[in-house]
C-alpha cells in the first residue's frame, strides 16, 4: 500500500516530467519561434510557457505557500487566460505582441515556480489534512492543464510555421508504412447505458456525473475517414454543393472560400500535398483526414448517406476498449494510416467530431471559485469531440473525456468517423 510519503513523491515526480516535457517540446523552436501570433486563435510558445506556469502561481502557491511572494507583479495580468474572477488579463489577440518578458525570463519564472511546488509537496509529506488533500488535487488539475497545452504549442507552432512562406520543418518525421484497409461498421444493440466518469482517478468536472441515456441501435466505423475518402468528397464537388451543408457551414464555406482542409494545397500537376509538423509532404490517402471543422465532417457524412455519432455512442462504443493508439508519445505529431488488419482504432491520431452540442450532464456541477471557469462557462456554441490526437499525451486521454471547439475551428487535430442508424 502506498503511504503519504510515497504518494507526495509520485506527484513530484509526476509534476516534474510533465514540466520537462513541455520544455522538451519547445526545444526545437529558434528565439523568435516564441513570440509569434498568427491567427487570434493562436498564442504565442511563450505565453504557453508563462501561462501553464502562472497557473501553478495563481491557484497552488498564492493560496497555500506561506509568505509566498510573486514572482513578477505584472504577470497576474500578462498570463491569465479567461479567469474574470481572477482579474482583468491581456487580450487574448494581443498575446504576440509581448516582445517583454523575454523568453529567458519566462524559462527562469517557470524554474523559480517548479521549485516553491516541489518544496510545497515536501512540506506536505507527512501530512494527512484537507489542506494536503486539496493542494493535490490543484496540482492534478494544474497538470492536467498542462498537457492540454502541450498539445496546443504543437497546434500554434504549425499553424505559425505554415503561414511562413519557408513552410520551416518542426522536426524531421519518421518513416511509417501506409496500408489502405476499407472501413467495416460495427453493430451496437444500444439499449440504456451509462456514460459519464465513474469517479476513479482525475476526470474534468464537464466529465460528470455518471448518468444513464438511452441509444437506439447504431453502426459505427472502425476507423476515421482518411484522405482518400474526403478526397472523392472534394471530387464530387462537395464544396460547391450547398445541400450537403448546414446553413452556417456553407455561409462559412463560401465567407473563407475553403476548397480542403486545412494544409492541404495542389499543384500545377493537380497533385495533392499536406503541411505537417515536418513540413510539405504529399497527401497520403490511407491516413485519417485531420484539421476539418465540424460543418466539414458533418457535410462529408451527409455525402455519403451517413452522419456523426453522438458523444454517447462514442464513449459507449470505447468501454472496453483498451487506450492506446498514435499519440503525442509516438513522437510523430501527425495520423498515421491504420496498419491493422482488424478491430477499432478509437484512440489516438484524431480528435474525432461528435454530433453532439456541448453542454452539462445531468446534475453537472463545476468546481468552485475560480476553477469553475476552467470548462462550465463554455457550454455553448461549441461542439464535442473525442478520443485523443497525435499530439495527445497518452496518459491525458479517456474514454470519458470531452474536448470541445467552436464548429468553424481547424487548427486543432480534428477528423471524424461515420455512424448511422441500424434500425
Same mark, same amino acid.
Given at each position: 500500500?502506498e503511504?503519504?510519503?510515497?504518494?507526495?513523491?509520485?506527484?513530484?515526480?509526476? @509534476?516534474?516530467?510533465?514540466?520537462?516535457?513541455t520544455m522538451?517540446?519547445v526545444?526545437?523552436?529558434?528565439?523568435?519561434?516564441?513570440?509569434?501570433q498568427?491567427h487570434?486563435d493562436v498564442?504565442?510558445?511563450?505565453?504557453?510557457?508563462?501561462?501553464?506556469?502562472?497557473?501553478?502561481e495563481?491557484f497552488?502557491?498564492?493560496?497555500? *505557500?506561506e509568505?509566498?511572494r510573486?514572482f513578477?507583479?505584472?504577470?497576474d *495580468?500578462l498570463?491569465n487566460?479567461?479567469?474574470e474572477?481572477?482579474?482583468p488579463f491581456q487580450?487574448?489577440h494581443?498575446?504576440?505582441?509581448?516582445?517583454?518578458?523575454?523568453?529567458?525570463?519566462? @524559462?527562469?519564472?517557470?524554474?523559480?515556480i517548479?521549485n516553491?511546488?516541489?518544496?510545497?509537496?515536501?512540506?506536505?509529506e507527512?501530512?494527512?489534512?484537507?489542506?494536503?488533500?486539496k493542494?493535490?488535487s490543484l496540482?492534478?488539475?494544474?497538470?492536467?492543464?498542462?498537457?492540454?497545452?502541450?498539445?496546443l504549442?504543437l497546434?500554434?507552432?504549425?499553424?505559425?510555421?505554415?503561414?511562413?512562406p519557408?513552410?520551416?520543418?518542426?522536426?524531421?518525421?519518421?518513416?511509417?508504412?501506409?496500408?489502405?484497409r476499407?472501413?467495416?461498421f460495427?453493430?451496437?444493440?444500444?439499449g440504456?447505458?451509462?456514460?459519464?466518469?465513474?469517479?476513479?482517478g482525475f476526470?474534468?468536472d464537464?466529465?460528470?456525473?455518471?448518468?444513464?441515456?438511452?441509444? &437506439?441501435?447504431?453502426k459505427?466505423a472502425?476507423?476515421?475517414v482518411?484522405?482518400?475518402?474526403?478526397?472523392?468528397?472534394?471530387?464530387?464537388?462537395?464544396?460547391?454543393?450547398?445541400?450537403?451543408?448546414?446553413?452556417?457551414?456553407?455561409?462559412?464555406?463560401?465567407?473563407?472560400?475553403w476548397?480542403?482542409?486545412?494544409?492541404?494545397?495542389?499543384?500545377d500537376d493537380?497533385?495533392?500535398?499536406?503541411?505537417?509538423?515536418a513540413?510539405?509532404?504529399?497527401?497520403?490517402?490511407n &491516413?485519417?483526414?485531420v484539421?476539418?471543422?465540424?460543418?466539414?465532417?458533418?457535410? @462529408?457524412?451527409?455525402w455519403?448517406?451517413?452522419?456523426?455519432?453522438?458523444?454517447a455512442e462514442? &464513449?459507449?462504443?470505447?468501454?472496453?476498449?483498451?487506450?492506446?493508439?498514435?499519440?503525442?508519445?509516438?513522437?510523430?505529431?501527425?495520423?498515421a494510416a491504420?496498419?491493422?488488419?482488424?478491430?477499432?482504432?478509437m484512440?489516438?491520431d484524431?480528435?474525432?467530431?461528435?454530433?453532439?452540442?456541448?453542454?452539462?450532464?445531468p446534475?453537472s456541477?463545476?468546481?468552485?471559485?475560480a476553477?469553475? &471557469?476552467?470548462?462550465?462557462?463554455?457550454?455553448?456554441?461549441q461542439?464535442?469531440?473525442r478520443g485523443?490526437?497525435?499530439?495527445t499525451?497518452?496518459e491525458?486521454?479517456?474514454n470519458?473525456?470531452?474536448? @470541445?471547439f467552436?464548429?468553424?475551428?481547424?487548427?486543432?487535430?480534428?477528423?471524424?468517423?461515420?455512424?448511422?442508424d441500424?434500425?
Open positions: 500500500m503511504t503519504q510519503t510515497q504518494a507526495v513523491k509520485s506527484i513530484s515526480q509526476r @509534476f516534474m516530467n510533465v514540466r520537462d516535457l522538451k517540446l526545444q526545437p523552436l529558434e528565439t523568435e519561434d516564441f513570440i509569434i498568427s487570434p498564442s504565442p510558445p511563450k505565453w504557453h510557457l508563462a501561462h501553464t506556469t502562472w497557473f501553478f495563481r497552488v502557491l498564492k493560496e497555500y *505557500f509568505n509566498y510573486e513578477h507583479p505584472t504577470y *495580468f498570463f487566460s479567461y479567469y474572477s481572477v482579474g487580450p487574448r494581443q498575446r504576440g505582441v509581448l516582445s517583454r518578458p523575454s523568453i529567458q525570463d519566462i @524559462f527562469q519564472y517557470r524554474s523559480f517548479d516553491y511546488i516541489v518544496d510545497l509537496l515536501e512540506q506536505h507527512e501530512s494527512k489534512s484537507e489542506q494536503t488533500d493542494i493535490h496540482i492534478e488539475i494544474g497538470m492536467q492543464h498542462e498537457q492540454q497545452h502541450q498539445e504549442i497546434m500554434d507552432v504549425k499553424y505559425n510555421f505554415f503561414v511562413n519557408l513552410h520551416p520543418v518542426y522536426k524531421e518525421s519518421q518513416s511509417t508504412s501506409s496500408l489502405k476499407e472501413p467495416s460495427h453493430i451496437y444493440d444500444g440504456l447505458v451509462e456514460i459519464g466518469h465513474n469517479g476513479d476526470a474534468f464537464n466529465e460528470s456525473p455518471n448518468h444513464k441515456v438511452w441509444l &437506439e441501435p447504431f459505427l472502425d476507423q476515421p482518411t484522405n482518400g475518402e474526403y478526397l472523392e468528397f472534394i471530387e464530387a464537388g462537395g464544396y460547391q454543393k450547398p445541400y450537403y451543408w448546414l446553413s452556417d457551414g456553407w455561409n462559412t464555406v463560401k465567407k473563407n472560400d476548397q480542403a482542409p486545412l494544409y492541404w494545397s495542389k499543384d493537380g497533385e495533392w500535398s499536406i503541411f505537417t509538423l513540413g510539405k509532404k504529399k497527401l497520403d490517402p &491516413e485519417p483526414v484539421h476539418v471543422s465540424f460543418y466539414e465532417a458533418d457535410a @462529408f457524412s451527409r455519403r448517406g451517413k452522419r456523426l455519432p453522438t458523444e462514442w &464513449e459507449h462504443a470505447t468501454r472496453d476498449l483498451e487506450i492506446k493508439g498514435n499519440t503525442m508519445d509516438t513522437g510523430n505529431y501527425h495520423p491504420s496498419n491493422q488488419a482488424a478491430g477499432s482504432k484512440f489516438g484524431v480528435w474525432e467530431w461528435t454530433a453532439s452540442a456541448y453542454s452539462p450532464y446534475g456541477k463545476p468546481l468552485e471559485g476553477l469553475g &471557469e476552467y470548462n462550465a462557462k463554455f457550454m455553448c456554441n461542439m464535442v469531440l485523443g490526437s497525435c499530439a499525451p497518452q491525458h486521454i479517456r470519458t473525456y470531452r474536448n @470541445f467552436p464548429a468553424d475551428k481547424r487548427w486543432q487535430f480534428s477528423g471524424f468517423r461515420l455512424a448511422e441500424a434500425l
